[in-house]
């Protein structure tokens, strides 16, 4: 029997729904000091002073840390999280700049919650007592808050060093699309504006640091410990082999990328000797930690009045915040999604990085993909109401045919290959979710009164996932005779040890009980990517099934020496290898193991052990894709919305395991219904943010998110040995979108169009009553 | 997210408690169920130099049946008035339970509800929709307010320092006809709007008419202007004169909508809850 594709329980849960999960707030060191982090409290200004000394001079306080404390090198955090090719600079005109954020303010402020000092105190409740004492003489100067007023000329500038406020840019063309847009019968267009949300895990983040013996242990609520460590490694001055790097257990995280704390802390430890932990409240996370979203989108589709599509134009006004180290991401990730499972030749999309006086802008689950989604599916919603067609029927028009899978869409990808739809049937999944929600009935249902109306809406998306550079992992036999699998991608919450365990199990024979995942730790192995971008299940098990067939090479070459039998005619079963056709006369893997242990006795003694080190590395993104159709019920006198049942039909290829994947399509449509319908994080003109508490940020909850029916469509990628394609974001991408049709759809008679996310109550009420008069 | 220092006291009467908190000199707040003071108070928007927990003063936690009037001690969570006052009052079990969620209800108490005076408080509205008064003890001893009176302006209710809510006197309706109605962003999140209706009904007009705002000021509020319009009309179709309502409410900005949309929004839930009442069988 084999476990890939099989529900098999989670190994995770018993240990983590039981309380024994160790999250680093648990992390308990013998005299471990407590952190808090001073912000500023201004958007913008001179930071003439800080002064300190009466927090110092509080009893218990061990450390005032300030920019004037730092290290040369570890003043700011310079790396950027990309690299882009020179092709691909020149193809798609991309002009960025360099990224510098400050690990403390020095001379200036340039938003709200950014880091001004460290305060470190024998416990919290005196480093928070402390941290009301160190007073910041700040010059305030206007904030830019605005993106489009932020280019304005005249504008105050985010940071000196960026002309216009203009950080980034880019200008894809494919096709002819000024041409194909005069030439088509209809256009319909609108500007979209996708408001600023957080991505909200359970956990805040943290950070532990130890420094003993010369050598720094560091806690992190991080999706990326390998890099995390290549960041602190020149920063603090320390080789890497001095650095350790662990992700505890996880209550999620949904992006981000190396945070200014995870600077300070370590150098407190070190400068202290002294364990130090911080852990992030709040009203932290939401001001400081995982912004996204916030894109301004002009966007216009030209068509035929047959309904085929000619040309999709957008331009793109990403609000960036104060620094970017992020470049062109978010918005190209809306450029190189923005066609989605449409056949539309000619494309332009020009993007435009722009900074204010905000926290930073990252990517969080979607990552471009939800606001690409939402303004190419609104369009063709609009679209078919102009041509008075069903917008199903519409989509059905234009979608990609199978027959022309692998399909080059005329641009490159981010990662400098071209950008390659490479499996997939859009028609089938398209028809399937028809079907299964059915839809043609769907619009019979009854409202609960005559204050309410019922409406039905779809969308479709793309999702380059897996992205490179490599996945690392290394699989050993254990004495025990045990497989131990250990990995450079980590879990925040998602299923490594299940499917992993499910992966390697398959390629020794054994049952996935018998392997050992270990993730989370640089002191594991050499190398690691993460967990992000939909990549584990692409990556994570694809080295993972990489090392598990070169490991099992090996024991069948041992068995093959011990047993003098031909490899062919050697069996894997319940842990055991044996002559094909005599089970009794093989050997346990334990036995081989021992066989293979250093020594002079040992079978093995140019290569001991049995073990296998192997990176994968991706040769681009792979396509997933997926369609919705949700139905909605508005309260026509309220603006009320409520998601009565939404349907996702999703091909993520091979699915390693479908209980788990389904689990992030539920979490993924709550994550775009919060979008569309919930989370906005504000700012005021002086920026000042307005949403630190979850009083004032809404996420959905148990009671707000329907019952999601999850279909599975698989169309197995080639791009990787097991032909997996990722699954943690896509159904992100597609609820923001199937929800506003559906508003829409309830709304026709009142002719409301959604342009805007999240679509708040009251400004739904506003477009009915434009629509009654 | 750790509240400054400060003193805890766990008086075990209403006196001591009284006494501890006249000689903090106003720098003393009273612990309840801690579900808003225990938050303000870790976000470091209070800070009190002393907490009087007056969880273990027994008497506050009763709830007295008499033949016109039930009380409700002050120390009685909602979630056990919910349940405790449902086939009485049926009004208050079906707005109480859109106060928060069950896990906030078998914590946060009454008395602290009525203390804290928040503009959106479900028993506010209750209280003045049902004619009720509120029994107050200070160093002067007690007093009754009516709950008419109780609610001064945004979160201030009529306390004078060292005094605090000992109970919440509710009239047993002989008969009654009512509704609840209450918006919110989600489920369980403090109301955009509410409104609890009384209705004395004789013949089927409406004789009498009481109805509790919540979210439409900067206290609950009674809406005297829609009670008029109500009084002595046919009960059906009575929620024809729903948006009289207008008259009493004067909601507040807030990101979660904006003043016009709440003062929409009280129109609406008045409609509905005047209609419940009319539809009840």
């Not at chain 1, 194909?180 to 943290?206: D, K, M, Q, T």
């Not at chain 1, 991401?329 to 056949?343: C, E, G, I, K, Q």
């Not at chain 1, 026509?636 to 689990?663: A, K």
């Not at chain 1, 004032?696 to 009671?703: E, F, G, I, K, Q």
Request: net charge negative; hydrophobic share 40%.
């Amino acid at each position: 029997m084999t476990y890939v594709g099989i529900p098999v329980p989670r190994t995770e849960d018993a240990r983590l729904i039981s309380g024994q999960g160790h999250y680093l707030a648990d992390l308990a060191i013998p005299g471990m000091l407590e952190a808090v982090v001073v912000r500023s409290q201004d958007a913008a200004g001179e930071l003439r002073s800080l002064d300190a000394d009466e927090a110092l001079s509080l009893p218990g306080v061990r450390m005032v840390m300030t920019a004037a404390d730092l290290p040369e090198s570890a003043r700011a955090i310079t790396r950027s999280f990309y690299v882009l090719t020179p092709q691909f600079v020149e193809r798609h005109a991309v002009e960025v700049g360099g990224s510098s954020e400050p690990v403390l303010a020095a001379g200036r402020v340039c938003r709200v919650g950014e880091p001004t000092a460290l305060i470190v105190a024998t416990d919290r409740y005196v480093a928070e007592d402390a941290r009301r004492l160190v007073l910041a003489d700040v010059d305030p100067s206007p904030a830019v808050v605005d993106p489009e007023a932020a280019l304005s000329p005249g504008s105050p500038l985010v940071d000196p060093a960026v002309p216009g406020n203009l950080h980034g840019r880019f200008d894809v063309v494919v096709g002819d699309p000024d041409r194909a847009r005069e030439n088509a019968e209809h256009r319909v267009s609108a500007r979209f504006r996708i408001a600023r949300s957080v991505g909200s895990p359970l956990e805040n983040r943290g950070v532990a640091a130890k420094w003993v013996d010369d050598t720094l242990t560091v806690w992190s609520t991080t999706q990326i410990p390998h890099v995390l460590r290549s960041y602190l490694a020149p920063m603090l001055g320390l080789e890497e082999e001095r650095i350790r790097v662990i992700a505890p257990d996880m209550g999620g995280s949904f992006g981000g990328g190396v945070y200014p704390e995870e600077v300070l802390v370590p150098l407190a430890a070190m400068r202290l000797g002294r364990p130090v932990r911080w852990l992030e409240e709040r009203g932290e996370d939401l001001m400081n930690s995982r912004h996204s979203r916030d894109q301004l989108i002009d966007a216009e589709l030209a068509f035929d009045g047959n309904g085929s599509f000619r040309s999709l134009s957008m331009r793109i006004l990403q609000d960036c915040g104060a620094v970017n180290p992020f470049g062109i991401t978010l918005p190209f990730n809306v450029a190189s999604h923005a066609r989605s499972v449409y056949r539309i030749d000619h494309f332009r999309a020009e993007g435009l990085c722009v900074l204010t006086n905000k926290t930073r802008n990252t990517p969080v689950r979607g990552a471009g993909r939800p606001e690409a989604a939402f303004v190419v599916d609104r369009l063709v919603d609009m679209a078919a109401h102009r041509l008075g067609m069903d917008p199903a029927d519409l989509r059905l028009k234009n979608l990609i045919p199978a027959d022309e899978m692998p399909k080059d869409m005329g641009m490159m990808y981010r990662d400098g290959n071209q950008l390659v739809y490479d499996s997939g049937d859009f028609p089938d999944q398209v028809r399937t979710a028809l079907e299964a929600s059915g839809y043609q009935t769907l619009r019979d249902r009854k409202p609960r009164s005559d204050r309410h109306r019922i409406g039905v809406g779809m969308s479709c998306h793309v999702e380059g996932t897996g992205l490179g550079p490599h996945e690392a992992a290394e699989v050993r036999v254990d004495t025990s005779g045990k497989i131990v699998v250990r990995c450079g991608s980590q879990p925040h919450g998602q299923s490594h040890a299940t499917v992993l365990a499910q992966v390697c199990a398959d390629v020794f024979g054994i049952r996935p009980d018998d392997v050992l995942v270990r993730t989370g730790d640089t002191a594991l192995l050499p190398f690691g990517g993460g967990t992000f971008g939909s990549r584990s299940g692409v990556t994570a098990s694809a080295v993972v099934r990489i090392a598990s067939e070169q490991t099992r090479r090996k024991l069948e070459e041992l068995a093959s020496d011990v047993l003098e039998i031909a490899v062919n005619d050697l069996v894997f079963e319940g842990g055991r290898v044996f002559p094909r056709g005599v089970p009794d006369a093989g050997l346990t893997f334990a036995e081989l193991a021992r066989l293979a242990a250093p020594g002079p006795a040992s079978r093995r003694p140019h290569d001991p052990g049995l073990a296998s080190l192997n990176t994968f590395v991706p040769p681009s993104v792979t396509f997933s894709s997926g369609t919705q159709v949700a139905v909605v019920e508005v309260d026509i006198d309220t603006g009320m919305v409520e998601v009565l049942d939404v349907v996702v039909v999703d091909d993520c290829g091979t699915i390693l395991n479908p209980m788990v994947v389904d689990g992030q399509q539920h979490g993924g449509v709550a994550h775009g219904l919060g979008n569309i319908l919930l989370e906005e994080f504000r700012y005021d003109d002086t920026g000042q943010p307005g949403s630190v508490t979850f009083m004032d940020y809404l996420l959905p909850t148990a009671t707000d998110v329907p019952s999601i029916t999850v279909i599975h469509r698989s169309h197995p990628t080639p791009l990787n040995p097991l032909g997996v394609k990722g699954a943690g974001e896509g159904a992100t991408a597609s609820a923001p979108a199937g929800i506003a049709n559906a508003i829409c759809d309830a709304l026709a008679e009142f002719g409301v169009e959604v342009t805007e996310m999240p679509i708040s109550p009251a400004r739904l009420l506003d477009l009915i009553d434009q629509g009654r008069r | 997210m750790k509240p400054a220092a400060f003193v805890y006291e766990r008086p075990s009467s209403i006196a001591e408690a009284v006494q501890l908190l006249s000689e903090a000199d106003g720098e003393a707040k009273v612990l309840a169920g801690g579900q808003s003071l225990v938050p303000l108070m870790a976000f470091r928007l209070v800070s009190p130099s002393m907490l009087v927990d007056i969880g273990a003063i027994a008497e506050l936690g009763d709830i007295d049946s008499g033949p016109d009037t039930i009380r409700i001690g002050a120390g009685v969570t909602h979630r056990r008035a919910e349940l405790a006052l449902g086939p009485v009052i049926p009004l208050v079990a079906v707005g109480l339970r859109e106060l928060g969620h069950v896990a906030i209800r078998n914590v946060g108490t009454v008395g602290g509800s009525l203390a804290h005076a928040d503009p959106a408080s479900e028993w506010g509205a209750l209280a003045l929709a049902l004619d009720a008064s509120i029994s107050v003890t200070g160093p002067a001893g007690e007093r009754s307010v009516g709950a008419d009176r109780f609610f001064l302006d945004w979160m201030q209710p009529d306390l004078m320092p060292g005094e605090i809510v000992t109970g919440l006197h509710i009239p047993k309706p002989s008969s009654m006809r009512w509704g609840f109605v209450e918006i919110a962003r989600r489920r369980g999140d403090f109301a955009l709007a509410g409104a609890a209706v009384n209705l004395g009904v004789a013949d089927g007009v409406i004789a009498t008419a009481r109805v509790g705002i919540l979210g439409g000021g900067v206290t609950p509020l009674r809406a005297h202007t829609l009670e008029a319009a109500l009084t002595g009309m046919d009960l059906v179709g009575a929620a024809e004169v729903a948006e009289a309502v207008d008259a009493d409410v004067d909601p507040l900005d807030d990101q979660h909508g904006p003043a016009r949309y709440k003062r929409r929004l009280a129109r609406v839930v008045c409609e509905r809850a005047i209609r419940q009442a009319a539809e009840a069988a």
